[in-house]
C-alpha cells in the first residue's frame, strides 16, 4: 500500500517518516537495548524489518543540522487463524523509543501513528482491530495501551524468551 507523506500526520518537534534499510541498525540497536530484559531483540527485530508484510515507521527530530532518530514502530498484517474470511488483523510487532526521549509523548504519536495506519487499511475493508503483545512485568505498557482503547484478549498468550508471561491486547478500529 503506498500511502502519500504530505497525508501523514507530522507533529510538533518531529515526523514520523517510513523507515528505510539504512535505519534497520539503528532500530535493531534500540529494540536490543530498551527490549533487552525480554529477550534478544536486536536479532528478532532483525528478522521483521526483513519481511514485505512488516511497515516500519520511525520518529525524528531536527537538531540544528542533524536528523536524530527518536523511536519506531512496526506494524504487521495477518489473517488470523479461525477468524472470519477475508478478516485480518493490524498486528503492533514492536514500539520503542530511544531511552533519552522516552516520557516525551514520542510513544503516544508512534502509537496514534499505528492505529492511523491500521484505520487506512480498514477503509479498504480487510483490518478490522490491532493487536499487540505486552509483558505481564509491564505495567506501564499495559497502561499506557489501555488508555488508548486496548483491552486484554488473552492473559496467557505464552512467554517472552526472558520468562515474563505475554499478555495479548486488542482494540476494534
Known sequence: MKIDRLALPRY??????????A??????DVAADV?????????????????PGVLTYLDEMRDGAAVVARGFIL??????PGGELGSHIADLLA???????QRGGIGSRLLEHA???????????????????VADSNQVGQRFFASFG???LDEQHGHYDGGQR????????
Open 75 to 80: 506494524l504487521g498484517f495477518y489473517e488470523p
Open 115 to 133: 492505529i492511523h495506519l491500521a484505520g487506512l487499511s480498514r477503509q479498504g475493508g480487510r483490518i478490522s482491530e490491532i493487536r499487540l503483545t
Open 12 to 21: 510538533p518537534g518531529g515526523v514520523i517518516r517510513r523507515a528505510s534499510v
Open 95 to 101: 514500539i520503542a523509543v530511544d531511552r533519552p526521549f
Open 150 to 152: 486496548f483491552r486484554v
Open 166 to 173: 505475554a499478555i495479548r491486547m486488542g482494540r476494534r478500529l
Open 23 to 28: 535505519d534497520h541498525p539503528w532500530i535493531a
Open 35 to 51: 527490549y533487552g530484559n525480554l529477550g534478544d531483540y536486536g536479532t528478532i527485530i532483525r528478522s521483521w524489518l526483513g519481511h
